[in-house]
């Protein structure tokens, strides 16, 4: 293709929300065989809901949520904001709360009055958070996180959370004082074009991957649901481009569609990395292209366009 073609080709990207940031990008995505998926906020509206909150001791239903909210209150992660959402919402229409707050429950504020103090903060990426309230270790996050502090899944819990990732959701572990108290139930539904794109993609022969750091159960769910057949699931943010690797040492030309921080490595790492343009600004800066439009249908058009820019020279 000559300079103009591609020049050209950028163009009519670019009205369809497709930026390019580069030539060779745009001619290496002709030849691609794999087009490997992030899960939350790609193939997901990333529009995470708690749907259920189950408590598992004596605690009341809005002590259980003040405390898991004010523990996610400094988290970026859509868990994260899901929960403080959901717990808003609670107190906001919890009468007997609201009137001990002397009403005190802005539902714009980042930080209303009914959140507790919390010190000792951290954010374990792939995991969940931790942090101390009342001088009490609160632990919120997956599995992983709670073994690793040595807290005790109860079968019946255990039967709970499996339940949830049955049906496509993600089950939220939370611990405080090294007791199990409760778990939540977390919906990110489907993007509304995503199975079409999958269906269409596989017709190009281009085979869709799912890669996430969520549980096996919960991906494999999803990943139905969408009609990928290759998972990876319970991948820690740094195995993402591993997961690319893999495929080139095959060598077969990949691409990469992610949003995340946690993606950023992977994008970089393909032959061809996509980035969400709702997506995080790292994500977009490690990525050749950014689907501006945030609908997965541009990933063909892409693919499309750089069929048709380059076809005619082979
Ligand atoms: P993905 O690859 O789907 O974007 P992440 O790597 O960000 O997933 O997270 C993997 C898992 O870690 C989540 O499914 C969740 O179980 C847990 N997790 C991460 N951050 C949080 C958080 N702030 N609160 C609760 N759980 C979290
Ligand atoms: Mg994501």
């Known amino acids: ?129 931790q942090c101390s309230i009342g001088g009490k270790q609160i632990l919120v996050g997956n599995r992983k996180l709670l073994i690793e502090n040595g807290i005790d899944i109860p079968p019946h819990v255990e039967n709970f959370v499996v339940e949830l990732e049955e049906s496509a959701k993600t089950g939220i572990l939370v611990a405080y004082d090294n007791i199990l108290i409760g778990v939540l139930g977390v919906a990110d539904p489907l993007k509304r074009e995503a199975s079409v794109v999958i269906e269409g993609l596989v017709r190009m022969g281009v085979n869709p991957v799912m890669v996430t750091g969520d549980n096996w159960r919960t991906a494999r769910a999803v990943a139905k649901e969408v009609g990928i057949q290759d998972v990876r699931a319970e991948v820690m943010p740094a195995g993402k481009a591993d997961v690319i690797r893999t495929f080139q040492k095959r060598g077969s030309v990949v691409a990469m569609v992610g949003d995340g921080i946690n993606d950023s490595p992977a994008l970089a790492a393909a032959d061809v990395g996509m980035a969400i343009g709702a997506g995080t600004d790292i994500a977009i800066e490690a990525a050749d292209f950014v689907l501006m439009r945030n609908n997965l249908e541009d990933v063909i058009t892409a693919i499309d366009l750089s069929r048709k820019t380059f076809s005619r020279i082979r």
């Open 1 to 129: 293709a000559t300079p103009t073609a591609v020049m050209v080709a950028t163009g009519v990207g670019a009205s369809n929300g497709v930026l390019i940031k580069g030539g060779d990008a745009l001619e290496r995505a002709q030849k691609i065989k794999y087009v490997v998926f992030d899960k939350t906020g790609t193939l997901t509206q990333g529009k995470a809901s708690v749907t259920t909150a189950k408590i598992f001791t004596e605690m009341g239903r809005g002590e259980f949520l003040t405390l898991v909210a004010s523990a996610e209150a400094g988290s970026e992660h859509p868990l994260g904001k899901a929960i403080l959402e959901y717990a808003r919402h609670f107190h906001f229409f919890d009468d007997s709360f609201s009137s001990k707050k002397g009403g005190n429950l802005d539902m714009e504020s980042k930080h209303p009055g009914w959140l507790l103090d919390v010190s000792d903060f951290s954010a374990l990426p792939g995991e969940g958070v």
